[in-house]
């Protein structure tokens, strides 16, 4: 089954299957990360739409998904917003000129891109130079008791939800190209991290 196949499926629960996490620390995080975010952003998986209540009235963002299920609900959120607009795109072959956004924004999106070392690509080429690449993302963690269950369950939840849960987001992103400028541990030691870069 494809990733746009499983994230069709999962669309309309898939809110309520991260409502715990939601609360307990999600929420915390995406208002820390969006809140004061300025300018032209592309935010690349926005999925149901979780982090368009977060965005500055001010600030312009464009959000992208494979999933038409998914961005119905993302579409719901953003209406009456006219900041914000959103559309149907591959994160793999973004359809936008070089270098037009200020920010350009993940979250928990990288662990089910196909390849995403070329979407990392993508997101480095349609940020300006002086912009910011940042991603909030679950990864492989460096301690290897937390590495060996991911690895013993990563095949589950693959199979089940198209979710990679130990990708080396790391290094994937300086293999993209990118520049980290800063690497912020959240929880489970290592495992959640907010990870900003710079084309």
Do not use: Q
């Amino acid at each position: 089954m494809s990733v746009i196949s499983k994230y069709d499926r999962f669309s309309h629960v898939y809110d309520l299957m991260e409502t715990p996490m939601e609360l307990m620390r999600y929420g915390s995080w995406r208002k820390d990360v969006f809140s004061s975010l300025e300018g032209r952003v592309l935010e690349v998986g926005v999925g149901t739409g979780k982090n368009i209540p977060y965005y500055p009235e001010d600030c312009e963002m464009i959000g992208i998904d494979i999933s038409a299920k998914m961005l119905s609900h993302a579409k719901k959120k953003a209406s009456g917003k006219k900041n914000i607009s959103l559309f149907i795109m591959d994160a793999e072959h973004l359809g936008f000129m070089d270098g037009c956004f200020d920010h350009v924004i993940t979250t928990f999106v990288l662990c089910s891109i196909p390849d995403p070392v070329a979407a990392l690509r993508e997101m480095r080429r349609v940020c300006k130079p002086e912009g910011t690449v940042i991603n909030l993302e679950h990864m492989r963690s460096s301690d290897r008791k937390i590495s060996f269950v991911e690895d013993l369950l990563n095949p589950v939840t693959r199979g089940l939800t198209g979710v990679n849960i130990n990708r080396e987001t790391v290094g994937n992103i300086r293999r993209a190209g990118l520049n980290i400028i800063e690497e912020k541990e959240l929880a489970l030691k290592d495992v959640f991290r907010l990870i900003r870069s710079k084309p």
